[in-house]
């Protein structure tokens, strides 16, 4: 009996995607995946992954979207609908929409003060500043940075975090999870890493491999 071996599996697997490059252009009314797949225009940042390799869900292409009314925004940046929250059901790719704390009856904000996982209080100005405070990390995690909106003067990270605007591609990580330093945003390798202690809660990654 013949088993594929992981060697086979990869070279069928890049030989599909590398026809899917070889696509011919995408029409007027398309968008081109990163792979070359031509999905309908508004298919991206709609919170479900369309594209085979999910480049129509990512942060570097829906951190700028401007959501409508009526809708939610996800973290990383994709608008559906806002009766999405706490139904049980992830329509955000980041699962941003059922991370919320009310979905869990939790309120994180007392007062003057956030409530961290472990009980622990920090003043609420310290939640999801870029900087690592609340022992068990979770005061720069998707759960508690969902829903934040950052001013316009500042970064947006891909976890929900706020820091400064000109954090974006200077060559220092300034959100925990590092996406101002991104690659796939900057075009470039880090050059400067933080020395605070990362969160314990890995933000979710949304590409489908």
Known sequence: MYCATPRYIYRITSA????RKEQPACSYNEWRCDDG?????????DGYIDCYDGSDETFELCRNRECGPF????NYGACVDDS????????????????????????????????????????KEQRCDGIVNCADGFD???AACAELRCRSEQFQCEYGGCV??????????????GSDEKVELCGRRILVRPTTVLPTTAVPSYKVS
Request: hydrophobic share 20%; charged share 30%; with cysteine.
């Open 37 to 45: 797949e031509c999905l309908r225009i508004n298919s991206d940042c």
């Open 140 to 142: 720069e995690t998707v």
């Open 71 to 74: 809708t939610f925004r996800c």
């Open 164 to 177: 400064d605007g000109q954090a974006q591609c200077n060559g220092t990580i300034e959100c925990v999870d």
């Open 84 to 123: 999405s929250p706490c139904d049980n059901l992830s329509q955000c790719a980041d699962k941003s929409d059922e991370s919320l704390p009310r979905c869990r009856g939790e309120n994180i904000i007392e007062g003057e003060k956030m409530k961290c996982r472990d009980g622990q209080m920090i003043p």
């Open 16 to 19: 599909i995607r590398q026809k």
